[in-house]
């Protein structure tokens, strides 16, 4: 697209006219569903917000309108045509220009080799003409753009301008913003909303995705919220121009964390008899990471026979957490304490031999290794143990019964126990994954998302499989992003918010629609940061 | 060095894969066979350009490096190096560390035999010799891996770079001590001294062959073995194929990126030893054979496998030999070898690629 092309203005569509659309759009990644059935409409002079927890389809739907990725079923829309999106540059030539999260400049070029880039080689690029529309745009958006900077030691709120002025200038008809405000100062959301208006008023559809409630009162005109990949609602202008926002972040929080009617989950576990405290966590902190804060003074309980839930949006320490607990992640505070007996400074091997055994939620890269056989993945955390090494030696016909064992008692669902665990599905992964952390003698059990992904059958036969275990006196601590899932299952829910536990609540399922808001608020935690400042 | 990751990345998984019956045949004639005679037949074109011709070229290759009674025993005495190199870039490449510095390692490791063993002869018995001469040269060459090895293990500085500078730096240095500190006082050429012909490693049998071609395959297959089918060899394997899952399963990644690079640099070092100690007898200045360059590639296409390198070295020593004799009588320069050797990795690197995009449909 030339920066000299067509003036757009003439052609753009009447306000509140749909620019580009979703058909019943389905994408699927090996696993996991990621949007499932999504149709969705973009209104020109709309800012239309896209809400949603971390892996509800977002940024698959960004992905889709980037020209990143094509949908499996269903198909996208231009001016109520239907159209393919095969490349970014398709997406582009389609007047739909996306800025990521993370900014797409080069860092070492200038903000005006940055605004031309892209453009045909063959000839110099017209910096005149570049400065006299940058110059235009300063004046109508108040954009701060200094032509002959490098990028790279702009600030982040300067680097996201210089994203929405590219934009501007290859006379984009849809700007799609992705998470824009994670990078910038609450004062950079007011001037970014501010803008994000002024554009919709010069009739530009604007997609804004945010997982912040309030930002999507403020700035949306429109609010689509996504569940697991589905639709879960949506509130259009009109209904949102009706509510204030203590209203509009309620009628939120029942779209992203309401049950929508669904009946109570079958057999729920509580009164469980509380056993002796198997695990106990004292103020445990981690440090700060290039993405993520560091868990701070998390302290919590888990007993024998209790399944403690926690529940948070993905990205909210989660991960860390579960990590320091098997030991991974190094602690910079705090104390581990496991059947009594000190355990703070033990290793992943000290932790696991002490029965403290971790599922990952990422099951492909950390969890198992695609080009080994299944077998050996039964026994990766066993290396040069006996019974399955003796002397260094690998006994591969042990390992091999063991796994076929294995196999069997888990259902796994594979050719043989020499086929490499890569080729299976992700559910027939998992069990295998399952199948390793509960040989031996469990006695702690940290599940991170163990159903993620996978299809009914499979979740229905791994909550069973969670509530066996824990009934079988093993005390377990649920790690899910499925507000249902740990209504189901839990004893206890706590919830965890930017590396902190914001509260626990006494699971009671009768009331569950109760409990998914309240937990649903503790997740949201409105006033606190959802992720770090940069 | 992308396209050399891809083949290893893939080689790796094609070895505990085991493809399908019938699907295992196409694979031999695409992946393997075909590549061997596209870079032959387009090898020959450039014969012919060059007004060779090519079956003269390869008969004639074929003849002194195989079939000659004397080409056959230099090209098994031209193994033994190139085994222990292959043997050292087996244990890193498997493991997932890309120890390019092979060369450096070889060359300090070859210096320090060179320099320490003639010095001791007739004061120590000849074997505590030779075997203090391996000992020293594979420290010599582990030492000079220390600085990579640190470097990636704890501040995750790529290897690649680090151990190629180190390679640059351990040939000049490696020069240097030639020139400046373990010259032979006695020879105006620069020049260590010379370990005697009766003191180097014994030769076998009746035959001019060194017995270092045995102490190579040795330590090829028992490499192999380790890799498959110790505990430890496993591990490395879990380190390379995915550092991440080898943290989720307890394994101290940083400690066996150590042990990877002492490894796979000490093997470097002994064919240093191997090289001197059986062959040449001491080192000379500006001497650098580049013999690592010239496994790596090896290594890949027998998608590091310890039999198929063994096979493979077998074959490209006997076309180094056989291109030497044929450098003197056809004139064709010696290097040619590496045009050939380089054309079947492209050949190689083509077929990977088709067979990866076949299988994607």
Not at chain 2, 53 to 70: A, K
Not at chain 2, 116 to 136: D, E, H, K, R, Y
Not at chain 2, 211 to 225: E, R, W
Not at chain 2, 337 to 346: F, K, M
Request: glycine share 12%.
């Amino acid at each position: 697209m030339g920066v000299s092309s067509r003036q757009a203005q003439d052609l753009r569509p009447l306000p509140g006219a749909e620019v580009i659309g979703l058909v019943s759009v389905t994408k699927r990644f090996p696993g996991v569903v990621a949007v499932d059935a999504v149709s969705l409409s973009v209104r020109a002079g709309e800012i239309h917000v896209l809400l949603g927890e971390n892996g509800a389809g977002k940024s698959t739907i960004v992905g889709m309108f980037a020209g990143l990725q094509e949908p499996d079923d269903g198909h996208l829309t231009a001016g109520g045509q239907r159209m393919r999106l095969t490349s970014p540059a398709a997406s582009i030539a389609a007047g739909i220009s996306t800025v990521f999260q993370h900014a797409m400049l080069v860092p070492t070029l200038t903000v005006f080799e940055n605004l031309v880039l892209g453009d045909a080689w063959w000839h110099r690029p017209p910096r005149a003409e570049v400065a006299a529309r940058v110059a235009g745009l300063q004046r109508d958006y108040g954009l701060t753009l200094p032509l002959d900077a490098i990028t790279g030691e702009l600030s982040l709120g300067e680097q996201q301008q210089i994203e929405i002025a590219r934009a501007l200038l290859r006379n984009a008809r849809v700007l799609i913003l992705d998470e824009a405000t994670s990078m910038v100062t609450p004062a950079g959301a007011a001037e970014l909303g501010a803008r994000m208006r002024m554009l919709a008023d010069r009739g530009l559809a604007v997609i804004f995705i945010t997982h912040k409630l309030s930002e999507a009162f403020r700035f949306g005109d429109r609010i689509t919220v996504l569940k697991q990949g589905r639709l879960a609602g949506e509130i259009a202008p009109g209904r949102l121009r009706t509510l204030d926002e203590a209203g509009a972040i309620d009628e939120m929080v029942r779209l992203m964390f309401g049950g929508g009617g669904r009946a109570v989950p079958v057999t729920p576990r509580t009164g469980q008899t509380r056993g002796a405290v198997r695990l106990s966590a004292t103020d445990l902190a981690t440090a700060r990471t290039d993405d993520f804060a560091g868990l701070e003074s998390i302290t919590f309980e888990v007993a024998s026979g209790e399944i403690l839930g926690i529940a948070g949006i993905d990205g909210n320490g989660q991960k860390q957490l579960a990590e320091a607990l098997a030991g991974q992640r190094p602690l910079t505070g705090g104390s581990i304490r496991i059947e009594g007996v000190d355990a703070t400074c033990g290793l992943v091997a000290d932790r696991r031999k002490a029965g403290l055994r971790y599922l990952t939620d990422d099951r492909l890269s950390e969890g198992s290794i695609g080009a080994f056989p299944v077998y050996l993945n039964t026994v990766l955390k066993e290396i040069g143990k006996p019974p399955f090494w003796r002397g260094g030696l690998e006994r591969t016909s042990r390992i091999r019964d063991h796994a076929r064992a294995l196999i069997r008692e888990y259902t796994v669902r594979t050719p043989a126990e020499t086929t490499p665990i890569g080729h299976l599905s992700g559910g027939n992964i998992q069990k295998v994954i399952l199948g390793r952390e509960l040989s031996g003698t469990a006695r702690i059990v940290v599940f991170n998302k163990p159903t993620y992904g996978l299809d009914m059958q499979n979740i229905t036969a791994f909550r069973r499989r969670i509530r066996e275990i824990a009934d079988q006196g093993v005390a377990v601590i649920l790690i899910s992003t499925d507000l249902d899932e740990l209504i189901e299952l839990s004893d206890r829910i706590a919830v965890m918010e930017g590396g902190r536990l914001t509260g626990t609540v006494t699971n009671d399922p009768s009331q569950a629609e109760a409990m998914r808001l309240q937990i649903g608020r503790l997740m949201v935690a409105e006033d606190g940061p959802a992720s770090v400042p940069a | 060095m992308n396209a050399a990751k891809a083949t290893a990345d893939t080689g790796a998984a094609g070895l505990t894969t085991r493809p399908e019956r019938g699907g295992a045949v196409r694979n031999l004639l695409m992946v393997t066979m075909g590549p061997i005679v596209a870079a032959l037949v387009f090898s020959g074109v450039i014969l012919l350009l060059l007004g060779v011709n090519p079956l003269t070229y390869y008969g004639f290759i074929v003849e002194r490096g195989l079939f000659s009674s004397l080409g056959l025993q230099q090209t098994a005495t031209r193994m033994a190096p190139l085994l222990f190199l292959a043997a050292g870039l087996i244990v890193a490449f498997r493991a997932g560390i890309w120890n390019l510095g092979v060369d450096g390692q070889f060359l300090l490791g070859a210096v320090a035999a060179a320099a320490f063993a003639p010095l001791l002869v007739g004061i120590w018995p000849n074997w505590l010799i030779l075997t203090a001469g391996f000992v020293l040269a594979g420290a010599v060459g582990a030492a000079w891996s220390v600085l990579p090895a640190l470097l990636k293990a704890y501040q995750g500085v790529n290897e690649i770079i680090t151990t190629l500078m180190m390679t640059f730096l351990g040939i000049s240095f490696s020069h240097v001590l030639v020139k400046l500190v373990f010259l032979d006082p006695a020879t105006t050429v620069p020049q260590t001294r010379t370990l005697p012909v009766e003191d180097r490693l014994p030769r076998l049998f009746e035959t001019n062959i060194s017995s270092g071609l045995i102490l190579g395959l040795v330590a090829v297959v028992a490499v192999h073995l380790m890799m498959t089918r110790t505990a430890f060899g496993l591990r490395l394997r879990t380190v390379g194929a995915s550092p991440l899952a080898a943290a989720h399963a307890g394994l101290s990644v940083p400690r066996l990126t150590l042990a990877v690079f002492g490894l796979s640099a000490g093997f470097a070092g002994l064919a240093g030893a191997v090289a001197i100690l059986g062959v040449e007898g001491n080192v000379r200045a500006d001497w650098n054979p580049a013999f690592g360059l010239m496994v790596i590639p090896l290594v890949f296409l027998a998608r590091l496998h310890g039999i198929g390198v063994i096979v493979l070295i077998f074959f490209y020593s006997a076309i180094l030999i056989g291109s030497e004799s044929a450098a003197r009588k056809m004139g064709v320069p010696q290097d040619f070898t590496l045009v050939l050797v380089s054309n079947l990795l492209i050949f190689l690197a083509l077929a990977e690629y088709l067979d990866h995009r076949r299988r994607q449909r």
